[in-house]
């Protein structure tokens, strides 16, 4: 019986035999081949979670940062009046909060903030999360009406008008007008104390708050109609604030002496807001979807208030951001 075999011919002197692999060694570079598809298949599974846990953190950062900065550069402007140096009235917010009233709100400039507690009854208007503390302010907008980047005025918002002629200013009755715009009544001097009438400032009420469904918001109240609701930022779990009071005000430093949830915690009148010069606030921000490495944070604490996490939902990543704001131009009326 003869064989025949396949010969290469590679040119003089050389001659190679061509044959296939093996059983063998078929099998042993398959499953070389399946440990490497496993192993980078392991590596591109860490890699996705591992992104996915930086992402997840830069949402709560980015969340709570946004809110924080937000509330800083809104609330610091609690209090503000234009040219307006010491508000007048007879009528309190507290209590009066969801007004819609022209005439109420001009008699209430004294009043620029009332707090909320979380255990508070909320009023009418306010749908907020249970357990969060909500915060009421009052200002007139920092630019004037018609003036480059500021609407033109309109007759369905609020306006603040101060006089600016030393001699009107000092007459009573005369120092300013709070009407809806284009009102006939807006007819206060500038400092040349001439026929030309002075600047007008959008008026401001908000209750900012977390609402049920973990978003920061606010309230916005205008004349004789019903308040629209604005979000803020998703992802903010609790609100917790406590305010600075100036006990002192005699003492020409216009700083905060006393740092509580309310006036009376301070010794003072229960509805004496007007004497907060600043607020503190805390709020817990989370993650957008539960994490993979997140399971132990049962408890935080903001402020006074400790915040225990359900066992079911600890697998968020959280963090808590705090800010202490000065409101500038109550502080700097006592200031001397």
Request: charged share 20%; hydrophobic share 40%.
């Amino acid at each position: 019986m003869t064989h025949s075999r396949s010969v290469l011919f590679m040119g003089p002197g050389h001659r190679s035999i061509q044959r296939g692999l093996t059983l063998v060694e078929m099998m042993v570079a398959m499953v070389i081949g399946l440990v490497l598809v496993v192993a980078m298949s392991a590596m591109f599974v860490n890699s996705s979670n591992s992104r996915r846990e930086v992402e997840l953190s830069s949402d709560v950062i980015e969340s709570g940062r946004y809110g924080i900065d937000v509330l800083s550069r809104e609330l610091s402007q609690t209090g503000f009046y234009g040219l307006l140096a010491t508000p007048t009235g007879a009528t309190s917010n507290v209590g009066n909060l969801c007004s819609n009233s022209v005439p109420l709100w001009g008699d209430s400039l004294p009043s620029h903030l009332v707090g909320i507690q979380g255990g508070d009854v909320s009023p009418a208007c306010l749908a907020r999360k249970a357990g969060t503390d909500a915060v009421f302010i009052q200002r007139a907008s920092t630019c004037v009406a018609g003036s480059a980047g500021c609407g033109a005025e309109d007759p369905a918002l609020a306006y603040l008008q101060v006089s600016e002629c030393g001699e009107e200013y000092n007459t009573a009755g005369k120092q300013f007008v709070l009407k809806k715009g284009n009102d006939a009544a807006f007819v206060l001097k500038t400092k040349a104390c001439a026929a030309a009438v002075a600047e007008r400032r959008q008026v401001v009420r908000r209750i900012y708050y977390v609402s049920p469904a973990d978003v920061l918001s606010y309230i916005e109240f205008r004349p004789d109609a019903d308040p629209i609701t604005v979000a803020i930022v998703e992802n903010i779990e609790q609100m917790q604030i406590s305010y600075g009071f100036d006990t002192k005000p005699g003492d020409g430093s216009g700083t905060a002496d006393c740092y509580a949830p309310a006036p009376d915690f301070c010794g003072l009148p229960a509805d004496a807001w007007s004497e907060a010069v600043g607020v503190r606030i805390f709020l817990l921000a989370r993650s957008s979807s539960a994490s993979n490495n997140t399971g132990n944070a049962a408890t935080f604490t903001l402020d006074d208030t400790v915040i225990n996490i359900a066992a079911a939902n600890r697998n968020m990543k959280r963090r808590v951001y705090s800010v202490f704001i000065s409101f500038i131009t109550p502080k700097a009326r006592r200031e001397f």
